[in-house]
């Protein structure tokens, strides 16, 4: 009686924890992508002399903004 729900527990257990394991993994590797983007724009925003505080400003806020999208269209 017990053995049968007991399996099916640890069987459920198992699918959530994977589940749980995939989500991290994947959480981890899209905001070390969205970092690399920010460093990126960052570092061109840095690099272009002709650039005023306004735009560099816009184009580091819009970059910070993508860890929020990614992050919302895979959850």
């Known amino acids: 009686m017990w053995g049968g729900e007991h ?3 640890a069987t459920f257990l198992a699918c959530i924890m994977t589940l749980y394991t995939v989500n991290r993994w994947l959480s ?3 905001n070390l992508y969205s ?3 920010i460093g ?3 570092f061109a ?3 272009t002399p002709t650039i005023d505080a306004a ?3 816009f184009i580091l ?3 910070s903004t ?3 999208d990614v992050s919302a269209t895979f959850a």
């Open 55 to 57: 735009l560099a400003g």
């Open 61 to 63: 806020a819009f970059a």
């Open 66 to 68: 993508v860890t929020i």
């Open 7 to 9: 399996e099916k527990l």
């Open 35 to 37: 970092a690399g983007i």
């Open 28 to 30: 981890v590797r899209f």
């Open 40 to 42: 990126l724009a960052s």
């Open 45 to 47: 925003t840095i690099l």
